[in-house]
C-alpha cells in the first residue's frame, strides 16, 4: 500500500497497512492515514543538525540514484554522527513520514542512510503515516562471483552491485582469480594476466577496471573483499611465473604437471609477500580472503623436495601440517599489511591453533555444527554452506534459501555474536554474463532478508511469497534481469532483449 | 577450421579439416585447401538458371541478415526448384565452395535456401574448400513457447526465432492462451482479452503483433502453429464469455467455481466455430493445435446437465467419452476450415477412432511406447516427452537432450516415417522474458541436431561437446543471450546487461 500500485489495491480491498518492503525493516508502523505527494516538488537535502552535509560524496550520488528512481522525492538526512567508512555497523534509526510529507531519516552513519533506501520503495503519489526503526541483524551480508571459471565483463560486475544494493547486501566477495583464468592485472606481476587469463587483452581486469569497481561499490555502501585463492586453486598462477607451482612427481621423475603452490620454497613466500603487498593498496578494505580451501596433496607427497622439507620442518608426513604451516606465512603476511584475513574452513579444520582470521564455512553436511566449533574457538564466522546459488536449483527453491537459521547452535550470546554474517555463492562452473542475472535474483534476496531481517518475522515462507514477488517486479522495474518466482507479471515486464 | 578463429589453431596444430558447424550436415567432405576471401567484394546473387529470382523476398532478406552477420560474401544461388511455401521438406542439395571462392548454394525450395546458412558458418577470412550435402532428418523442428502463464514481449518472441533459424528449428508452436491468462486479442471476442488478460493493454498481443510474428517467422523458414487449447486449461476463457465453461456443483448446488469448456451446450460449439475462423484466417499455417490435454472429469461429474447430457448421448459415466466427443466436433470445425488437427496424446488415449489428426507425444515414461502406439494407428506423431526443457536441471544436461532416439521402437518403416518430428516445450511456469533465452539455449540446440542429423554421426557426447561448445559462442557472438556449457571463455563474451 505505499507505492501507486499496491495504494490502487488498498483503495478497493480497504486492507490494513502493512509494508511491501523487502527485506523486512526491524520495527514499524503504519497508519491507514494518507497524504497525497507532489511530484514536481520531491527534492532531498540534508538537515540543518546533520554531520553530512553536501560534498559527502557518497549521500550526494545517493541522493542523485534514488531521485531518479523515484522521479523525486522530499527527503531529509536530519541527524547523522559516528560516520566512518570502516565501521561495518550502519544502524538506521529512525525513517518519519511526517504530515507534512517530509520524509525524514535518521542515520548514525553514512553507510546507514545510503541503506535507508526503504524510503524510495514507500513513497508513490500518496503515502501512508509511517515509522520505521531498521538495523541489520548481521554486519556482513556478501555475494561471491567467480570470475576466473568464467571472465564477467565490469558491466556485468556493475549491475550486479546495483542489486546488492537493492538487497541491501554489502560485502562483494570478489573470487577474481582460480585454477582456470588469472584475469587480474597485476602492475607487480603482469605476466600472471598476460599469460594466464583467458585471452590478455579482452578477459582481463585492468587496474582502471578494478578501481571503477570498488568506487561504484563504496558509493552503494559495498565493500569489496577480494580472493587470492591458495595454495590450492592455482593453475593459471603457474603460466605466468616460474617456480610458483609445485611440480609433481610419477615414478620418481617429474611428470610434467604441476601442483598447489610449493610451500618449501623461500621465494614462494617473497613473491606473495609483493604480490599481498600490490592487492591490499589496490583494495583498500580492511580484510582480505586468502582462501585455502580443497589442497590436494597428492602432488606435494610426490615431490621428493617437499618430503624433505617435511622432514627438516618436523611435519613427518602430515601434510596438513605443511598447509598449516603455509596459511600461517601467507596470514602474517597480510597482518603486517593489517589486514584481516579471512579463509575457507579448510584451514580452520587442518590446525586451530594459527594466528588470528576470520574462518567462511562452505561445506555441505552439518554446517551448524562447524559453525559452533569455529566459535566456540573464540574466531569470527561467515556462513556460506546453505547459500550456494550457482547450482540452479528448480526456481521456487528461494524457499530453500529463506529457511536457514544461521544461529540455531547451542552456544552462549558471545559465541553467536561471533556468527558475524552470511553469503551467497556464485561459482562460475555454469555461470557467466548470459545467465548469471536470472540465476541469482530473487533466489539472493531471500539470504538477503535471512541476513538482514528479525528471523521471527520473517520465517513464514507463504507470508513472504507475495511480498518477494512484488518485490521481484521492483527489481525487474529497476533493470535487474531477475527470474519469476511462480506464474504471474509484472506491471512491467523484462523488456531487455 | 573454417572461421578465422579456428582457422588460427589449425595454423597451430595442422588439425585435420572437420565441420565446426551444428547442427551437422548429412554429409560433406573438406580438404586442408585453403583460399583467402576479401570481405571487401562479397555479395550475394541469384544463379542465371534459378527459380527463384531478385524480388523473392524470403531469399531476399536472408541475404540481408546473412551479409551483415558475415560482413558480406560472394553467395550464388545458381539453382532452385519446386518453390512451395507449404512444402515442409526442404532438402538442400549442394554447396559448393568452389576454387574461384564462389559459394554457390543449390536448392530444391526457398526453405532449403534459407536453411543453407552453413555457408555463413563456413566463411572466415580463408576458407577450406568444402562440399556439403544436407536436408533434414524429420520435417517438423519445433519450439513450444508458453505466453499464458507468463507474457513474453513480443520483442522476446522475435528474438527466439532467431536464435530457432540459427538452430534451423522450422516450427514455433504457439501456446498463447491457457489458464492464467488469454493475450490473444480477438476480433470476434474482444473480451477474451480484455477480461482474460493479465493486462488488457500491456500484456496482449494485437492482431498487428500477431502479423508481425508470423511475417518475421515467414522470412527465416518458419511456420507458426497456433495452439487453442481446450476443454481444460481454459479458466483465462470464462473471465471474457458467459456460459462457455462448466459451472461445479457441491453439495448439489453450484460452487460458484468453473471447470473445462461446457461441452452439452450446441453455443459452445458455435462459440467456437466462430473463434476458430477468425484463429484460421490470421494464422495462415495449414496445421492448427487443439490442445485437448489433461482434463479434469471432477466438475463435469458434478453437474447434473452434463450427466443428463451424458445419459442422452449414451455415454453412461465414461468421461472419456464425453471428451472425445468434444474434440472429434472441434477437430470436425478445423477441418471444415481446411486445417490439419494437431492434439496432444490423452486425445488418443481416450478415443482412438476419432477422425484425423495428428498426435504430440508429451507424457513421461515409456514415451517410445506410446509413439509406437499412435504410428500403429497409422497417424502421424510429434514427439515432445525428452525436451521438456522448461525445468531447469544443471546446464549440462544438455546431453540428456542430445541422446534421444525418435525411432528407437520395434515398426515398420511406414510406421517410422509417420514420426515426423520433435519439438521442444518451454512451458511458462517458471521463465518470462528475464531467463527464457538463457533457459532455452543452448540446451535447445541438442534437440535441434538430433532432429536436424544424422543419428549414426551424432551419436557422441563427447564428440558433440567442442562444437556445441563453438556453435554457443556463435549464438552469443550473434546476440543470443546463450548460457555456457561449462568452464571456458568464448572469443566475444556477452555484454548485455
Redesign the interface.
Known amino acids: 500500500n505505499k507505492n501507486s500500485r499496491s495504494w490502487c489495491l488498498s483503495h478497493v480491498t480497504a486492507r490494513s497497512p502493512q509494508l511491501d518492503i523487502w527485506p523486512l525493516p526491524q520495527d514499524f508502523t503504519s497508519s491507514m492515514e494518507q497524504y497525497p505527494l507532489n511530484p514536481h516538488t520531491f527534492h532531498f537535502g540534508y538537515g540543518k543538525q546533520s554531520v553530512a552535509q553536501r560534498g559527502c560524496s557518497v549521500l550526494d550520488s545517493a541522493f542523485k540514484r534514488y531521485f531518479s528512481l523515484l522521479g523525486g522525492v522530499k527527503f531529509m538526512i536530519s541527524h547523522l554522527v559516528g560516520v566512518g567508512e570502516k565501521n561495518l555497523q550502519c544502524p538506521l534509526k529512525q525513517i518519519n513520514v511526517s504530515t507534512k510529507v517530509k520524509a525524514v531519516l535518521n542515520a548514525e552513519t553514512v553507510w546507514g542512510a545510503v541503506r535507508g533506501e526503504h524510503v524510495r520503495l514507500l513513497l508513490g503519489y500518496f503515502v501512508n503515516k509511517t515509522e520505521i526503526v531498521d538495523f541489520p541483524r548481521f554486519q556482513f551480508r556478501g555475494i561471491l562471483l567467480d570470475t576466473s571459471?568464467?571472465?564477467l565483463?565490469v558491466?556485468?560486475i556493475l549491475?550486479t552491485l546495483d542489486a546488492m544494493a537493492y538487497n541491501k547486501f554489502n560485502v562483494f566477495h570478489w573470487h577474481i582469480v582460480d585454477d582456470?583464468?588469472f584475469p587480474y592485472q597485476s602492475c607487480t606481476f603482469p605476466n600472471l594476466s598476460s599469460k594466464g587469463a583467458?585471452?590478455p587483452m579482452?578477459?582481463i581486469y585492468t587496474q582502471s577496471d578494478v578501481r571503477r569497481v570498488i568506487s561504484y561499490a563504496r558509493l552503494r555502501g559495498i565493500r569489496v573483499l577480494p580472493e587470492f585463492d591458495s595454495p590450492g586453486h592455482t593453475s593459471s598462477w603457474g603460466k605466468g611465473t616460474s617456480n610458483l607451482l609445485t611440480p609433481c612427481y610419477r615414478s620418481g621423475i617429474p611428470s610434467g604437471t604441476f601442483g598447489p603452490v610449493n610451500p618449501a620454497l623461500p621465494s614462494t613466500y617473497q613473491f606473495m609477500a609483493r604480490l599481498f603487498q600490490e592487492v591490499s593498496s589496490v583494495f583498500p578494505d580492511s580484510f582480505i580472503h586468502l582462501g585455502g580451501d580443497e589442497v590436494d596433496f597428492s602432488c606435494w607427497r610426490s615431490n621428493p623436495d617437499i618430503r624433505t622439507f617435511m622432514q627438516k620442518m618436523g611435519f613427518g608426513v602430515d601434510f596438513a601440517k605443511l598447509q598449516a604451516f603455509y596459511m600461517e606465512s601467507i596470514v602474517n603476511i597480510t597482518s603486517a599489511l593489517k589486514k584481516t584475513s579471512i579463509v575457507w574452513q579448510d584451514v580452520f579444520d587442518y590446525h586451530k591453533r594459527v594466528s588470528k582470521y576470520m574462518v567462511e564455512v562452505w561445506r555441505a553436511g552439518c554446517y551448524l555444527c562447524e559453525v559452533r566449533k569455529v566459535a566456540k574457538a573464540g574466531l569470527r564466522v561467515i556462513l556460506a554452506s546453505p547459500w550456494y546459488l550457482d547450482?540452479?536449483?528448480?526456481?521456487?527453491d528461494w524457499a530453500r534459501y529463506y529457511t536457514v537459521w544461521p544461529l540455531a547452535f547451542k552456544g552462549t550470546d558471545k559465541q553467536k555474536k561471533l556468527v558475524i554474517g552470511g553469503e551467497v555463492c556464485m561459482w562460475?562452473?555454469?555461470?557467466?554474463?548470459?545467465?548469471l542475472?536470472?540465476r541469482l535474483w530473487p533466489r539472493a534476496s531471500a539470504a538477503a532478508e535471512r541476513l538482514w531481517s528479525d528471523e521471527r518475522r520473517t520465517s513464514n515462507v507463504d507470508q513472504a511469497f507475495p511480498r518477494l514477488q512484488d518485490f521481484r517486479c521492483k527489481l525487474?522495474r529497476r533493470g535487474i534481469?531477475?527470474?519469476?518466482?511462480?506464474?504471474?507479471?509484472c506491471?512491467h515486464?523484462?523488456?531487455?532483449?
Open positions: 571459471r568464467h571472465f565483463p558491466q556485468t549491475k582456470p583464468s583467458f585471452h579482452t578477459h547450482q540452479p536449483g528448480p526456481t521456487h562460475g562452473e555454469y555461470v557467466d554474463a548470459t545467465n542475472t536470472p525487474v534481469q531477475a527470474e519469476p518466482l511462480y506464474i504471474g507479471h506491471k515486464e523484462f523488456q531487455g532483449v
